[in-house]
């Protein structure tokens, strides 16, 4: 790490405490992404007993392409538009769909076998899951490991993003 600060004219460690403050968050997010896949293909009780189980692999298929093709679109893009405009979308549409399925879940009725999404509720909800897979995967998802390859210095970048990439295990 010391080479980190000799490289750094400011004698400062804002690679290491930007990577800190990129990755783990991104790591939560992943997280929040694949818990959202997940329930697509295994639909939690609350989801279950909203729509017929039947559809959870057509939802996990959709799911899948949907998050590939936005993170082509993102790699495309990623020059042109640049980095913080990107991110900001996807973080503000994040932050919306997750609220838009708080909102959904909030709304559970109890039912014999479980929690139940009556109503709209159930599809509003698997929207904004997929929605959320949309936003993450067209900017948080494939920006990180970008920023990442940037903000080290080529002396230690290897070492660095061997650290960033197991703190993503954690």
């Given at each position: 790490w010391r080479s980190a600060r000799r490289c750094n004219p400011l004698n400062r460690r804002r690679p290491t405490a930007?990577?800190?403050?990129?990755?783990?968050?991104s790591s939560v997010t992943s997280r929040v992404a694949r818990a959202a896949a997940?329930?697509?293909?295994?639909?939690?009780k609350v989801l279950k007993n909203s729509m017929p189980l039947a559809?959870?692999?057509?939802?996990?298929?959709?799911?899948?392409?949907?998050n590939i093709l936005v993170t082509l679109v993102a790699i495309a893009l990623v020059?042109?538009?640049?980095?913080?405009?990107?991110?900001?979308?996807?973080s503000i549409g994040m932050a919306l769909s997750l609220g838009t399925m708080a909102l959904a879940f909030s709304q559970a009725?109890?039912?014999?076998?479980?929690?139940?999404?009556?109503?709209?509720?159930g599809p509003i909800a698997l929207v904004a899951a997929t929605l959320f897979v949309v936003f993450f995967g067209a900017s948080w998802?494939?920006?990180?490991?970008?920023l990442l390859g940037e903000i080290f210095p080529n002396s230690i970048r290897a070492r660095a993003l061997g650290v960033a990439a197991a703190a993503q295990w954690i």
């Open positions: 930007a990577a800190l403050a990129c990755r783990p968050s997940q329930a697509a293909v295994e639909p939690p559809n959870a692999l057509a939802i996990s298929v959709v799911t899948g392409v949907v020059d042109r538009i640049g980095r913080r405009p990107i991110l900001m979308t996807g009725t109890a039912g014999a076998s479980g929690p139940e999404l009556t109503g709209a509720w998802g494939p920006l990180v490991w970008v």
